[in-house]
């Protein structure tokens, strides 16, 4: 009831919160039908090494291109860059219907949807730039709970709007092409209502590069967005944390793509979208109860407690897939999801309170690069090394002492994870423009 009452002092709050909505909406609906299109039309047919290459080619570039894209958070009003950056996705989203629509090769599509993944990272970076600027700094650790985790409902809510649109199109090429075009309203949703806030009402307050053209301020986001991680060790910790889990992230995603579409994994889970969906479904519950169990522990735990028993958390899960059964799989995907979004609100608090506002959505931007290359890299591994049926128990066990040996790094780095005590983090304090 106290966080609620705090809330409803800070009406940026509720937009942000709906602009964010809109945008993971977005996301959800472009990704899963872009999912379905391609792994599951009868018109298309992929092995391990061409997922692969369709995750590199989705996310690879704007993670060479994104620390610097990052720069212009923190030079423009962030409210204009999530108006056009919104704008740009929706037709980016328009133009990857009709190439698919038109039964274009599998590259092409992925060459267009590469414009749309990369405006949804600088939109993600840009809200989480600007979270600090509409809530309360005692509060940031629940309102990133709740917004991270409602945002991720969204993104199942966006893939449930996919399936029933491809239910009524149809799963060919023309039938995806259709469905991907929900992804566009949504967008265009979200940039209507991020013009409403105030000038300079998401930041920078003092921006990056001010009396420099933009062109200075990009050319320089990549060595800012990383010297600012560097002078600060609670950041750089945490996100090593996050590159830990994406990597293991990655081995299973894959693992799992190609199981379900050889092996019925019971009848509890059968195969192909019904599998994909209920372990995708557990995934999300598990990033759920995190919402409130996140900031209960960072308050009895702290950070490096908190994160240390999430990347335990994230061990024990990776030793329930070597049975690659039903229910253990089940169980494993919502562990490994809470103990993801654990690490991820950490990662995401550590940002928004120890990082000044003037390098934080380059800040941002360089994580989302960093941990896409990480996620992408280790696909690529997966794809070399799993069976025809797509289960490896080495790379499960590989996984698991991943976990562990991020866990003990973790609780050896000791205050360096914490970073300044909330009591000590001010409200920021625009400069006079």
Request: glycine share 10%.
């Amino acid at each position: 009831m106290k966080y609620l009452r705090s809330v409803m002092h800070t009406p940026g709050l509720f937009r942000l919160l709906a602009v964010r909505l809109l945008s993971q909406l977005s996301d959800g609906a472009f990704q899963a039908a872009l999912a379905f299109s391609i792994l599951f039309n009868p018109d298309r047919h992929t092995d391990p090494m061409a997922i692969a290459g369709g995750f590199a080619v989705l996310l690879l570039p704007y993670s060479l291109l994104g620390p610097f894209a990052g720069a212009v958070l923190d030079h423009w009003d962030r409210r204009r860059v999530l108006l056009w950056v919104n704008l740009l996705r929706a037709v980016a989203i328009v133009l990857v219907a009709i190439t698919m629509s038109t039964s274009t090769p599998d590259t092409v599509v992925l060459l267009g949807a590469l414009l749309v993944t990369g405006c949804s990272r600088l939109v993600a970076s840009g809200l989480s730039a600007s979270l600090p600027h509409v809530a309360p700094p005692r509060l940031i650790v629940e309102t990133n709970a709740v917004f991270t985790t409602v945002g991720a409902g969204m993104l199942a809510v966006g893939a449930g709007v996919s399936g029933v649109l491809r239910a009524v199109f149809g799963a060919d090429n023309g039938g995806s092409g259709a469905t991907l075009l929900s992804g566009a309203v949504f967008a265009v949703c979200a940039a209507l209502l991020a013009i409403r806030f105030t000038h300079r009402q998401l930041g920078p307050d003092r921006p990056d590069g001010i009396g420099h053209t933009a062109v200075y301020s990009v050319v320089r986001g990549l060595s800012h967005g990383l010297r600012a991680v560097v002078a600060m060790p609670s950041v750089a910790i945490v996100l090593s944390a996050i590159g830990v889990h994406r990597v293991i992230f990655g081995f299973n995603t894959l693992m799992f793509l190609m199981l379900v579409r050889h092996t019925e994994l019971g009848d509890a889970l059968g195969a192909n979208v019904r599998a994909l969906s209920l372990i995708g479904g557990s995934v999300a519950a598990g990033a759920l109860v995190a919402a409130g169990t996140t900031p209960v522990s960072v308050r009895m735990a702290g950070r490096r407690g908190t994160i240390t028993s999430a990347l335990v958390l994230g061990v024990v899960a990776e030793l329930m897939l070597v049975t690659a059964r039903p229910v253990p799989v089940l169980i494993a995907a919502a562990l490994i999801g809470l103990a993801g979004q654990t690490i991820k609100l950490c990662g995401d608090v550590a940002m928004q309170l120890d990082i000044d506002d003037s390098y934080r959505g380059q800040v941002f931007a360089v994580q989302d690069a960093l941990f896409n290359t990480a996620f992408v890299g280790a696909i690529f591994i997966a794809a070399l090394a799993i069976p025809a049926d797509g289960f490896s128990i080495p790379l499960v066990v590989v996984g698991a002492c991943l976990y562990l040996a991020a866990a003990v790094g973790v609780w050896r780095s000791r205050q360096r994870v914490e970073g300044p005590p909330l009591a000590e983090v001010s409200v920021p304090v625009p400069m006079s423009r």
